[in-house]
């Protein structure tokens, strides 16, 4: 069962894009004013630092090129790399631009689970008054698997404004019922069998290629519905709304979107994904809209213990 647990506790090698091979003869972006500094402390002096790519073409963009498309989407995928600092500051960063751009409408948070959502709400509703509570991570029940370090900012941010933080996990003991019992998923796009393949493939990855076999249905149920759920509240929160999530949770051809699809129709131009990555990755170009490049953190073996 320690693989159950895992992925419970978020399984961060799961939502991690693969490395790449260096590509050399793009220019860099130049350096917008307001951005916040570099924290991580690798890949500093890749050539592909502060770029941003817009996958659809293969072309560099500016970060206001970028900007003005996505304050048109009435819904914004961002994929993270969970532990990288540089991404939960451009992600602020980015909230905050589209804001001046737009009415935000509310947020989506794969780190909060549905079950919070009463408590996220009542704690906004004090803030919102002039109550800001003396431990903000206690009073939301902040999962301590998410590290506050890395969102609290963001967090904080949002609370303070008129429109809604949403939670669109599920909470652990759902994900234990999915796992004892996996339902069968419906809709067309989600069941694909190249999805179902990679999905599968990725999942054996983040566990090291040690899980049993007999266990991976099971633990590509617990994805799916994760995708599932949070794609249901993806598309009954207020637009426009922001996503945020770990990489392969916001793929267009592995996860949410496909379950938007699924549950909607939703037509892929009302969307637009945005990977934050770091130098060294790579995203396949019919996965995103934009990838936005970083500097790296210290490379980690999650299987070295194992």
Not at 251 to 279: C, S
Request: with cysteine.
């Amino acid at each position: 069962m320690r693989w159950v647990f895992l992925l419970f506790l978020g399984v961060l090698a799961g939502c991690q894009i693969l490395p790449a091979q260096n590509k050399a003869g793009v220019e860099p972006v130049a350096a917008e004013h307001a951005l916040p500094q570099w924290q991580s402390p690798r890949e500093r002096d890749h050539e592909r630092v502060g770029q941003i790519i817009d996958l659809r073409s293969g072309t560099t963009v500016t970060v206001e090129q970028m900007l003005a498309e996505l304050a048109d989407a009435s819904v914004v995928l961002l994929g993270e790399k969970h532990d990288n600092p540089d991404h939960h500051a451009l992600q602020l960063w980015l909230l905050k631009a589209l804001e001046t751009r737009r009415k935000q409408g509310s947020v989506v948070m794969e780190m909060l689970t549905v079950n919070q959502q009463e408590t996220v709400t009542q704690v906004q509703e004090k803030i919102r008054a002039g109550d800001m509570p003396q431990d903000l991570p206690l009073a939301l029940d902040w999962h301590k698997g998410w590290d506050w370090q890395q969102y609290g900012a963001l967090v904080t941010h949002v609370l303070k404004q008129p429109y809604p933080l949403l939670a669109g996990n599920l909470n652990r003991d759902a994900l234990m019922d999915i796992y004892r019992n996996p339902p069968e998923l419906t809709g067309i796009k989600s069941t694909r069998t190249d999805v179902v393949e990679r999905l599968s493939e990725q999942i054996r990855e983040s566990h090291c290629n040690k899980l049993p076999e007999a266990q991976l249905p099971a633990m590509l149920a617990v994805q799916q519905q994760r995708d599932r759920s949070m794609a249901a509240v993806v598309l009954a929160a207020a637009k426009p709304t922001l996503f945020i999530t770990g990489a392969f949770h916001a793929f267009y051809d592995l996860g949410v979107p496909l379950h938007l699809q699924d549950l909607q129709g939703v037509d892929k131009l009302t969307q637009r994904v945005l990977i934050f990555a770091e130098a060294d990755q790579d995203v396949p170009a019919e996965s995103a809209d934009f990838i936005w490049f970083t500097p790296a953190v210290e490379e980690q073996d999650y299987c070295a213990d194992l």
